[in-house]
């Protein structure tokens, strides 16, 4: 495995995932592309065992509440057939699993210089949060990373009131 920052490949060591704990905390500073190359074969073992489980406990809810999900299109297969599903594939890692697989790559530790923050916390930091002046918030995540609001997000009293607002004008600012 190999992890490039401006095409140059770094130590995992450097990075750090921002897991939703504290998605405020490191918007203003500068953002650079980075990738990760890694071979199929590394990437099940990395994390197979979670897609495995995931996989089951949506199947699980699936058949309980009879629903589809996006393990569906697949037929619930194993994480090596769901590579030959590249549309699937990334709708399930997005959904899921992106924060595990990030974790397992960059482990946390004192050397992290970068800080990897989720593509939902800019577009909530840029659509949501500088449009109504909130600089100071944490928003919990569910255990996929995604952003979760029921009960999950801390604002300053002032930027609570903003809230109320925006829903009093029905959505506008």
């Not at 057939?81 to 974790?103: C, G, R, S, V």
Request: with cysteine; charged share 25%; net charge negative.
């Amino acid at each position: 495995m190999e992890i490039l920052l401006d095409n140059i490949v770094v130590a995992p060591n450097l990075f750090c995932v921002n897991d939703g704990q504290n998605y405020g905390e490191f918007f203003n500073h500068k953002t650079k592309e980075y990738q990760v190359q890694i071979h199929k074969a590394a990437f099940i073992a990395l994390i197979e065992i979670e897609y495995n489980q995931t996989r089951n406990e949506i199947k699980i809810d699936d058949a309980f509440e009879n629903e589809n999900s996006d393990f569906t299109n697949t037929n619930y297969c194993s994480l090596r057939e769901l590579l030959n599903y590249p549309k699937d594939f990334l709708e399930i890692m997005k959904t899921y699993l992106h924060i595990d697989l990030l974790k397992k790559i960059f482990p946390s530790n004192e050397k992290n210089k970068y800080v990897i923050n989720s593509a939902d916390s800019i577009i909530l930091k840029d659509n949501l949060f500088l449009p109504l002046g909130i600089s100071n918030y944490i928003i919990q995540s569910d255990m996929s990373g995604e952003p979760y609001f029921g009960g999950g997000m801390y604002l300053t009293p002032r930027d609570m009131l903003k809230f109320g607002q925006l829903c009093l004008n029905k959505g506008q600012w």
